[in-house]
């Protein structure tokens, strides 16, 4: 035995005998050139709560996305502020390298650890290269 559709239209048709009448069916135009704006819909009383068990899931579904969304975008943030921080560290290093320059008024050798710092915190001049490569 078939299941019970949960949704089944009362349509215009016609009885055995050919008089116009309302039919049920499960389809609300089941015939060629019927309209299914004449259809009239119901919804099986049972399937209701089936309906709604449905959207609770899907929503459920939704906010456990949204979490998790949520979450990865937290860390996203959290690893950039580590990011950020880091970079602080090394800008300030370099602020008390130029202020050690600038009040000795001695720059650090041309190899010298020092020297590496500087250049990989803030890369080389692209003036400066040229001179170095003599063009």
Do not use: H
Not at 27 to 48: I, L, T
Not at 78 to 102: A, H, N, P, W, Y
């Amino acid at each position: 035995m078939a299941d019970t559709p949960e949704t089944i239209y009362l349509i215009p048709g016609e009885d055995v005998d050919g008089a116009p009448c309302m039919v049920w069916c499960d389809d609300p135009a089941p015939g060629e050139g019927m309209s299914p704006d004449e259809a009239v819909k119901y919804v099986r009383a049972g399937s209701a709560s089936a309906i709604e068990r449905d959207v609770a899931f899907r929503q459920r579904d939704l906010a456990y996305k949204q979490r998790d969304e949520a979450e990865l975008k937290w860390s996203q943030a959290r690893q950039e502020s580590r990011d950020l921080r880091e970079r602080i560290g090394e800008l300030e290093t370099m602020v008390k390298v130029f202020r050690g320059c600038i009040e000795t008024g001695l720059m650090p050798g041309l190899m010298s650890p020092c020297y590496q710092k500087v250049i990989s915190l803030v890369g080389r001049n692209a003036d400066d290269q040229k001179e170095r490569n003599g063009d």
